[in-house]
């Protein structure tokens, strides 16, 4: 039976990086990834995750079998869903675009898939 985790993305302030990390603990591992955009960082957490289940196989132990779902910053998921439009949204939503851009702590929660 598969484990539910989850995965937190978030822009880096004051730079173009990306970052991802579980925000559940386990006693023998931790993952994280990092990246130029939220893809790439999402696309190195299970990168992170074949590494670890190795290093853990060669110490004879076993990763459980691990579901992401994962949560966006306001950053993080503009930049994933880049289709969406920051400005188009704002102004739906009766919010300043400009207000909008500096909210990097709120989280958003989307299921992987």
């Known amino acids: 039976m598969a484990t539910k985790v989850i995965i937190q993305v978030e822009k880096c302030k004051e730079e173009k990086n990306f970052s991802c ?4 603990k386990f006693p023998d591992f931790h993952l994280v990834g990092f990246g130029n955009s ?6 190195d957490i299970f990168v992170a995750k ?7 196989e060669e110490e004879g132990k076993q990763m459980p079998e691990l ?8 950053g993080s998921f503009f930049d994933y869903f880049s289709y969406l439009n920051i400005n188009g949204v704002a102004k739906k939503a009766g919010i300043n675009a400009s207000l909008m851009r500096p909210v990097s702590y709120t989280h958003l929660t ?4």
Not at 38 to 43: G, T
Not at 50 to 56: D, G, P, R
């Open 110 to 113: 989307l299921p992987t898939n």
């Open 50 to 56: 074949e590494e670890i289940k190795e290093l853990l």
């Open 67 to 74: 579901v992401f779902e994962f949560r966006y910053d306001i």
């Open 21 to 24: 990390y579980m925000v559940d």
């Open 38 to 43: 939220a893809k790439q960082a999402m696309d």
